[in-house]
Structures are given as structure tokens and as C-alpha cells.
């Protein structure tokens, strides 16, 4: 281990405590050397520009049915895990509710089924993504402004 690691996991030992830390490993992938430093270049930086929201482009939501009414019932003493069509077994290991002590055997099961029950809202990779519908939320328009460049460049003049 060079000085730069050294120091990198000395900074990263300071701002996380020991019990955070210790849950965000054992509940997720996490290596606090490769998630402490963010770092954003200025030349990506972005300015934000004063203006008003345009009314075509504001976002409506509305709701034409009760979404609580659909919500599938959770039983209160769940099963255990049985795969599904999306969820499953190797998906269901990657998440690594089984694996975490943080919760106890009967919530293990519990978020194993309430994420059962509704599998079809989960996604793993891009052909398995969905959207929302478009009578709660219609398609978002992003307003832009037109580009106004800070310096104005005197075009070259032919010999």
C-alpha cells in the first residue's frame, strides 16, 4: 500500500463512523477508497440560467384511479422465498437481503416477498425497464435556451 492509499483510507476512516460503515458493507458493495472522492472538472461545470418555467413544458400529474387500490396484499406471515419470473434466485443473492444481519429472519422474508409480489416493477438491466404511465405523469419537456457563447469570435478574413 503506497502513501496515497494510506491517506485516502485515513480520510475515508474520519468522515465515515464505525458503525455506518460496518452497516453499508455488510447491507451493500461498498469499498469507502473508491467512493470518497467526487470529483467534477470545471470545464463540465454547469451554469444555471434565471428564467421562468415555460407553462408548455410544466409538469401535470393527476391521478384517474386510486393507486392504493391496486397495491397487492402482503401476507403477515410470508413464506419462504420461491423465484419468480424477474426475481430470481441469483438476483435475489445479488441483493443480499439473506446475507444482511441487520434484520432479522422474519424481515428477511418479509422484503423478500414484498419484493416478490412486485417483481414486474423491478429491473435489472435496459430491456426489462418500464415507464410511467402516461395518464399520471405526462412525457417530460425539458426547456433549453439557446447557447450564447461568452467570447463573440471575429471570423478569419481570406488574404
Known sequence: MDHYEVLISIYAISIFPDVSEHLLQ??????PIQHVFAYKK??????????TMPAH?????CFPEDP????????????DFVPGIHLTE?????????????????????????LLINEMALAWDETEKGRF????????????IEHTPWVHRQPPIPP
Open 42 to 51: 470545471v470545464a463540465n461545470r454547469i451554469k444555471p440560467v434565471t428564467t
Open 133 to 144: 404511465r402516461d395518464d399520471y405523469f405526462p412525457p417530460v419537456i425539458i426547456p433549453t
Open 90 to 114: 441469483e438476483r435475489m443473492n445479488d441483493l443480499g437481503i439473506f446475507k444482511n444481519t441487520f434484520l432479522w429472519p422474519d424481515e428477511q422474508k418479509l422484503a423478500a416477498h414484498v
Open 26 to 31: 455488510d447491507t451493500f458493495n461498498y469499498d
Open 57 to 61: 413544458a410544466c409538469i401535470i400529474r
Open 68 to 79: 392504493l387500490l391496486s397495491l397487492p396484499t402482503v401476507s403477515p406471515t410470508p413464506s
